[in-house]
Structure formats: structure tokens, C-alpha cells
């Protein structure tokens, strides 16, 4: 897998045009391949506990911008909770890779919701090219 690059020009804050699509739909069809070498790993269910933990987060983030500093050490944490969940053969290293990637750009608030409308891209396009669970 690649890393995406969420931004176009971050200084101007503008995102890269083809992310949710383009970008989101080939990540969801990489992910949802690999089912086919086991179909124990990436349910929709795992995924979506991830995807609500990031939106809780952004939205918290919304809601308190003055608590930054604070918000950010438990977006970097998702990683290690992605990486208990790869230890338990529950998701893949695709998923694990495409979290990683997306966490170390998160900077500040701007980055994690894009990194959330991304996540939000990729389940939808996941629903459709991964598992019927």
C-alpha cells in the first residue's frame, strides 16, 4: 500500500481533489482483498469501531479547539489499539499501514478532519468491495 497525502497544498488548506474518491476507493479495495486470504480479518463491525473512535476524537477536537494538546496524544494512541487488533488477527496490515499513515499526518485539527471525511470515504466504499458481514 502507498501513503495517501491528504493535502494538496496544506498552507492553503486544500485537499487533494481525488481523496475521497479516487484515493479512498482503491485503499478500500486493497483492504477488502485481503478477505480473501482470510476472511477472519477486516469485518465491517472492527473497522467501524475505528472509523467511531476517530469521529468521536474530531468531534470532540470541534468542540474543544482550546484542548488540542490534549485530544492529540489519543489520536496517536489509535495506533497502538489498531496494532493490538492486527496481534489478534482481526485486521490486516493494509488496515494497520493505512491507519498508521493517516495518524502520523494528524498535526492538528484541520488534519484530523480530513482524516476523518477520509475514513467516512473509505467505509463507504468498503461497504460495497468488502465482506457482506
Known sequence: MTSICYWKDKSKKTINPK???TEAEKLAKDVASDNERSNKVNKRTQLRKF????LRLNTLSRSNPGD?????PYVQMLTAKVAY???RDLVSNNFLNFMKSGIEQVE???DLAVFS???EAFMGFY???G???
Open 51 to 54: 472509523y467511531d473512535e476517530v
Open 117 to 119: 471525511n477520509f475514513f
Open 131 to 133: 465482506p457482506s458481514n
Open 19 to 21: 481523496l475521497f474518491s
Open 68 to 72: 488540542w494538546d490534549n485530544i492529540l
Open 127 to 129: 461497504k460495497q468491495h
Open 108 to 110: 492538528d485539527q484541520d
Open 85 to 87: 487488533a492486527k496481534g
